[in-house]
């Protein structure tokens, strides 16, 4: 008899769990970086505000990256309904579409929702956590390219 090796652990259980999530959240906020980079000589003018407001939010969402690293071991818990690695490819597929978009209102778009699932991982209420991983799905997904 063959057993899985595979198993899908429930998320953020393990302080290496909490660690993962801030990682790829970091690299988002590089591709972040990369697409204000590219969008913001592109900016309407009634849209001249718009880069440096989003630049403003990728370094607070660098800021919460950083948080779940220092307080990793404080925030792992049980109780969360998804995946680790479901939580993962949607923060792959946020990453991607970050890399793919043409527009700042969607970037604004993807910027916000990662922002909001990023602070929910401060929560204890796995509900709340469950919630914003579903609208940011919701977001990568609404974004077309």
Request: hydrophobic share 45%.
């Amino acid at each position: 008899m063959i057993m899985d090796n595979k198993i899908e652990l429930n998320a953020l259980q393990t302080e290496q769990q909490v660690r993962e999530l801030a990682l790829s959240i970091m690299r988002a906020c590089g591709a972040i970086h990369e697409s204000l980079r590219e969008l913001s000589g592109k900016a309407e003018k009634e849209n001249s505000t718009l880069p440096y407001a989003l630049l403003t939010e990728e370094y607070a969402l660098r800021s919460r990256a950083n948080t779940l690293i220092i307080e990793a071991s404080r925030l792992a818990r049980a109780g969360i309904t998804f995946s680790q690695q479901e939580m993962l490819e949607t923060l792959e597929l946020l990453d991607e579409r970050i890399k793919e978009t043409t527009s700042l209102k969607d970037l604004a778009e993807l910027i916000n929702s990662a922002t909001l699932f990023a602070n929910s991982a401060m929560s204890m209420q796995p509900s709340v956590l469950s919630f914003l991983l579903k609208n940011l799905q919701g977001a990568v997904n609404k974004i077309e390219l």
